[in-house]
């Protein structure tokens, strides 16, 4: 019988929670430099590609060889600018959720593909390691409604903060998208104000920091975990 969550049910303009983690539950994430260059990819395939620029300077006869391909392999790398939106993250030691709106049927499923598979080929060469990085395909929940969105952030931001501490310093110890919500940092490629946006419409006078300390809402948390998610 496969694996709960293995089985996804892809829809236009669809809402996911997304799970991975190392095979055989192991690291994926060993230092600062791997968290920042998984970082660096969610950066680059989720903002926008300036195909024009790129071209001009391709064509610039003054440029070096190391110049030119690194101009080359970016204008053939992926981008999903426009069909995906990372609306919140958290990256673990073992395994990363991401909360994610797709606009295209099958846009998710080639983005965690791209994601994953140029992650592990940094991995191994970093490591000098061979074989899968990751415990088979990448897990999904499909979200139903505004309160599970809601809810999921505080799931996934918790995650980080519970780890270490319920700290601000947590934050930039195990990456997350909490300090996008708390309004510390505006990153071009995340977008907190679509959930921001209900939460305050809901509550108005309660913070997005104050739900995130005081919620206990189980019930509607564990409708979209995802099986074994220990660490």
């Known amino acids: 019988m496969p694996a709960k969550n293995s089985i996804k049910q892809y829809l236009e303009n ?17 230092d600062k430099q791997d968290y920042g260059v ?24 003054n440029i070096s060889y190391r110049e030119k391909d690194k101009i080359i392999k970016s204008l053939r790398m ?26 295209k049927i099958d846009s998710i499923n ?9 992650y592990a080929m940094y991995f191994n060469k970093k490591y000098k390691r061979t074989g899968h990085l990751f415990q088979g ?6 979200v139903n409604s505004d309160e599970q969105l809601l809810y999921l952030t ?4 918790k995650q980080a903060l519970n780890f270490q501490g319920d700290t601000l310093l947590a934050q930039e110890i195990q ?9 510390l940092r505006k990153t071009e ?15 108005p006078s309660f913070s997005y920091e104050q739900f995130i300390r005081q919620s206990q809402d189980t019930e509607i948390i564990n409708s979209l975990l995802i099986e074994d998610q220990d660490r």
């Open 14 to 30: 669809g809402y996911y929670h997304i799970y991975n983690r190392g095979v055989e539950k192991r690291d994926i994430f060993q």
């Open 38 to 61: 998984f970082l660096s990819y969610l950066k680059e395939y989720l903002s926008p590609k300036d195909e024009k620029s790129l071209m001009k300077k391709l064509s610039d006869k």
């Open 78 to 103: 992926n981008n999903f600018f426009g069909e995906i939106s990372l609306f919140a993250y958290c990256l673990m030691i073992n395994h990363f959720h991401l909360l994610l709106k797709q606009s």
């Open 110 to 118: 080639y983005f965690l593909k791209s994601l994953c598979t140029r």
């Open 137 to 142: 395909i990448y897990k999904a929940v499909l």
């Open 154 to 157: 505080c799931y996934i931001h």
């Open 175 to 183: 990456p997350c998208s909490y300090g996008e919500y708390l309004g």
């Open 189 to 203: 490629w995340i977008k907190p104000e679509e959930i921001l946006n209900q939460h305050y419409q809901r509550n």
